[in-house]
């Protein structure tokens, strides 16, 4: 089956052609972002494989579907890109990656809080350029503290486990209470009392309208002053704003993101040499207390060669009609 891989990296082809020696499809890797204005480039492939910041709403929707395409690929765990309403109303098969290493972004979550704790990047730097005094990098014990996870399915889990064996306590928030936290510790609380305990929080749950700007105004305020954010989800979670106003009050001490809300078009591309133009991003940057990743919790070795199986079983699976245990629909 002929399919037409978006917003393929180096990395991208390198694992899905590894991948694909025992599935034995028929992959054209494109370098362009899936938009309206290269939704053309899809004409004559029956699949389409897609990655977190390709758009497919419902105007991109109607193109694949006059290009010919019956089906999308995400090679991701998230689907909020996709207008599930239309794909399913156009006849489109989606389907996903729902897991592929849920210990890769739990301890980049770990990461970004030792890091931001202890001040590991102004540390290196200082000792690179030849400046050994420890004034303003004073810490403190991870042990003891209280750590709120929102979202505890398998990535909230793994933060949970790996916590645990730093001595803090663990609460947490979700629709659905996960067993396995429950025996290490965890106390289940409501939003807001995750909110006002928690020296720590850390976000991974799934972008939906109901979590869209979850970490509010509101949100930060009813936080602990000096409170330490954490996002490895999905960039909307967050209103940027209101937490450029916490920061600036203090209400927020730390903040470390792998996500943005308008990542789309920034992260994964070299930008090196071009003005930011997203005002909010620029001030961002500014804090020397807010660490930015650029989307890379989920980039080991481990978890993108599972996610180029996956998205290989799942082309090979539509292309012979067998079911499909990942596909994903708007009910």
């Excluded at 920034?266 to 500014?286: N, P, S």
């Excluded at 599972?306 to 009910?331: H, K």
Aim: aromatic fraction near 8%; charge should be negative; glycine fraction near 8%.
């Amino acid at each position: 089956m002929k399919t037409a891989v978006f917003s393929t990296k180096p990395y991208d082809r390198e694992f899905l052609e590894e991948a694909n020696q025992s599935a034995g499809q028929e992959l054209m890797f494109l370098e362009s972002r899936l938009a309206s204005s290269t939704v053309k480039l899809a004409e004559g492939f029956e699949s389409v494989c897609v990655f977190v910041n390709d758009q497919l709403d419902a105007s991109v929707l109607i193109g694949l579907k006059k290009a010919g395409v019956k089906h999308i690929a995400l090679r991701c765990a998230g689907f909020n890109n996709v207008d599930l309403a239309s794909a399913e109303e156009l006849g489109f098969v989606v389907t996903r990656v729902p897991a592929y290493s849920p210990y890769a972004v739990a301890e980049h979550a770990v990461a970004l809080m030792l890091s931001l704790n202890r001040k590991i990047y102004w540390a290196h730097s200082r000792v690179r350029d030849g400046n050994y005094s420890l004034d303003g990098l004073l810490g403190f014990d991870m042990h003891g503290k209280t750590v709120g996870i929102i979202g505890t399915g398998k990535i909230g889990q793994c933060l949970a486990e790996a916590l645990h064996g730093f001595g803090v306590k663990l609460l947490g928030f979700d629709r659905y209470e996960n067993e396995r936290c429950k025996e290490i510790g965890m106390d289940y609380v409501s939003f807001d009392e995750l909110l006002a305990q928690s020296d720590v929080i850390s976000l991974h749950c799934p972008l939906t309208p109901e979590t869209h700007h979850l970490i509010d105004n509101e949100a930060v305020a009813r936080m602990k002053r000096g409170v330490m954010l954490i996002n490895t989800s999905r960039g909307g979670l967050i209103d940027t704003k209101a937490v450029i106003d916490g920061l600036k009050s203090g209400k927020l001490g730390y903040m470390g993101l792998d996500v943005y809300e308008e990542e789309e078009g920034l992260f994964f591309e070299d930008k090196t040499f071009e003005v930011r133009k997203d005002d909010d991003f620029a001030r961002l940057t500014t804090f020397p207390n807010v660490i930015i990743t650029g989307h890379q919790a989920y980039f080991t070795r481990e978890a993108v060669a599972r996610i180029a199986e996956t998205t290989l079983a799942n082309l090979a699976a539509f292309e012979n009609g067998e079911e499909l245990t990942n596909r994903v629909t708007a009910s």
